[in-house]
């Protein structure tokens, strides 16, 4: 029998991406998906309709799918949205995790089971940093609804771990992106602004703080450290990233240079991008990852730049003019 497994957030870049690494371990994968975002998944994947906001859809998928592994990557993730949105993103996000976590308590009473759970925690919920670098022992600050959400959630994983003995893991994930990131964050917004820029189809792209430091690892790599958590012998919680920090003006610099492009010609500061409170600087310390679970990040911030916008160059003219880039004034 293979290993059965849940994915929440399927449609989203993290979900495609452990997507293909549970196929490639052999794994039946199963996705919880909204309404409306099948198309975005792989064909392969038995899918199950449902929204974190209502309970009464969790425990049934959960009856059907039979998971051994549930992967709660399902959450309205977009950081200055949750300021426009602050109610619907504590529900989806923080009483999101709360139902789900309830749900797999509830199937593990019923059928007996043992069902590992891994929530999708945050370095947003550092926010405004006690210390830099950032490890499993640094204290939260959350900046954001989104940051606040997150470390509910976050507390709750922990509490159902210690209350009911249950499997359940935190991964701490710093920022991380891909050909796949959703065109409303920043390095995806700069490589597909780049690419149209090159290819002569907009001119201007409207940005926030050039300012702010993250530490921007591949998704690819980072839904491995998710899997190697499940797999470890006791639940834990553990900060993924790379431990190295640019901020956005250097990714701007290293996307542009990247295309022969100068991005000072086209960039205008927009000051409705700006957060109401931003977190100015995130930088991991992922050295309990590396030593317990031998998880180590494969791709540096060069690579990964210009992965994303090589992609965004080669895609198709369709796929170019559907990815319109975000218009003065939008949230992204
Ligand atoms: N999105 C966006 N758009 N961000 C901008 C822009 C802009 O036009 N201009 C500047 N920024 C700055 C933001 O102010 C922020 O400091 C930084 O770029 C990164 O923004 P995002 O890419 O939106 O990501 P994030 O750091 O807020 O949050 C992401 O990473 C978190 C993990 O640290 C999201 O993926 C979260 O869901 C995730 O938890």
Redesign the pocket.
């Known amino acids: 029998m293979p290993r059965s497994s849940l994915i929440t957030g399927i449609s989203g870049q993290d979900g495609s991406y452990l997507t293909e690494l549970l196929f490639s371990k052999g794994y039946e994968v199963h996705g919880l998906v909204q309404y409306g975002r099948r198309e975005l998944c792989d064909p392969r994947v038995k899918l199950h309709y449902a929204d974190l906001t209502d309970s009464s859809a969790l425990l049934p998928i959960l009856e059907r799918a039979q998971p051994d592994e549930v992967y709660h990557l399902g959450?309205q993730?977009?950081?200055?949205l949750s300021f426009d949105l602050p109610v619907h993103t504590v529900d989806v996000t923080g009483l999101g995790t709360l139902r789900m976590l309830e749900a797999v308590r509830q199937y593990q009473r019923i059928s007996g089971r043992l069902v590992k759970f891994y929530q999708?925690s945050?370095?947003?919920m550092f926010g405004k940093v006690a210390e830099t670098p950032q490890n499993e022992q640094t204290p939260f600050h959350p900046r954001?609804p989104?940051?606040c959400a997150?470390l509910f959630a976050h507390w709750q994983t922990i509490n159902y771990r210690e209350a009911y003995g249950m499997f359940a893991c935190s991964g701490i994930?710093?920022?991380?992106?891909s050909p796949r990131r959703g065109i409303?964050?920043?390095?995806?917004?700069i490589t597909l602004a780049a690419a149209r820029i090159k290819l002569g189809l907009q001119d201007k792209l409207?940005?926030?703080?050039?300012d702010?430091?993250?530490?921007w690892g591949f998704a690819g790599d980072y839904v491995e450290a998710m899997w190697r958590m499940l797999q470890h012998d006791t639940p834990d919680d553990y900060v993924v990233a790379t431990g190295q920090t640019h901020t956005?003006r250097e990714f701007l610099d290293e996307v542009f240079s990247h295309l022969d492009l100068d991005w000072r010609e086209h960039v205008e500061i927009?000051p409705n991008?700006?957060?109401p409170a931003?977190?100015?600087i995130?930088c991991g310390d992922a050295s309990k990852a590396r030593r317990v679970l031998g998880w180590q990040p494969k791709v540096g911030f060069q690579e990964l730049a210009r992965m994303m916008v090589d992609a965004d160059l080669h895609a198709t003219p369709d796929e170019l003019s559907l990815l319109e880039a975000?218009r003065v004034g939008d949230?992204?």
């Open positions: 959450a993730s977009h950081v200055r999708a945050s370095s947003e954001s989104y940051a997150k994930l710093f920022n991380h992106e409303n964050f920043v390095t995806r917004k409207s940005l926030g703080n050039l702010a430091v993250r530490d956005v927009d991008l700006f957060r931003e977190v100015d995130l975000p949230w992204g």
